[in-house]
T-cell receptor, first 117, second 113 residues
């Protein structure tokens, strides 16, 4: 099946620093990738939709200048949490859908646990 | 936008019993309904999905039903096993280029040996 790799799996950083998270589709091309945030014991909240070669589409309430998304190729999307603060601590998870697929199957990365001190 | 509600939030069953999780959605344009299983600390995994032109789909011990008129869909797990213990998410999506998926709030299933 399709594999999505997400790196790093865990980040601990100081308040004020920026953190970059990578999401790669390993064996398929992904025109669209999604970034979610998941709080403990809660559902996946869509933050933004990342489209290859164009600007990301952010969900209401998500600061685009805070969470920078770049989708420079059909296999890579990055999420940068700028000037991270303790309230940004969370589990961030990406997913990708296969280009040209009739189904909307989303393949998920393993997630990144961000802890901001 | 789409709104997906999921019940119950927690569910405990004895091993061998059946488990049922129910979801409702609001957008009549939604036509694709996947179910994901997420074990603690791991990524969500697709376990079964159904499209709006089908009322029921079964895969071994797992089945999903869809009532498009009522905007309800349900997950049924029969002969539950301890390894079925996880959080289950329903979701709804409409086809088309955007492919945005809206997730339910999740159901924590505990199968008691």
């Amino acid at each position: 099946g399709a594999v999505v790799s997400q790196h790093p799996s865990r980040v601990i950083c100081k308040s004020g620093t920026s953190v970059k998270i990578e999401c790669r589709s390993l064996d398929f091309q992904a025109t669209t990738m999604f970034w979610y945030r998941q709080f403990p014991k809660q559902s996946l909240m869509l933050m933004a939709t990342s489209n290859e070669g164009s600007k990301a589409t952010y969900e209401q309430g998500v600061e685009k200048d805070k969470f920078l998304i770049n989708h420079a190729s059909l296999t890579l999307s990055t999420l940068t949490v700028t000037s991270a603060h303790p309230e940004d601590s969370s589990f961030y998870i990406c997913s990708a859908t296969e280009q040209g697929s009739a189904k909307n199957i989303q393949y998920f990365g393993a997630g990144t646990r961000l802890s901001v001190l | 936008g789409e709104n997906v509600e999921q019940h119950p939030s927690t569910l405990s069953v004895q091993e061998g019993d059946s488990a049922v999780i129910k979801c409702t959605y609001s957008d009549s344009a939604s036509n694709y309904f996947p179910w994901y299983k997420q074990e603690l600390g791991k990524r969500p995994q697709l376990i079964i999905d159904i499209r709006s032109n089908v009322g029921e789909k079964k895969d071994q011990r797992i089945a999903v039903t869809l009532n498009k008129t009522a905007k309800h869909f349900s997950l049924h797990i029969t002969e539950t096993q301890p390894e079925d213990s996880a959080v289950y998410f329903c979701a709804a999506s409409s086809s088309g280029g955007y492919q945005k998926v809206t997730f339910g709030t999740g159901t924590k299933l505990q199968v008691i040996p």
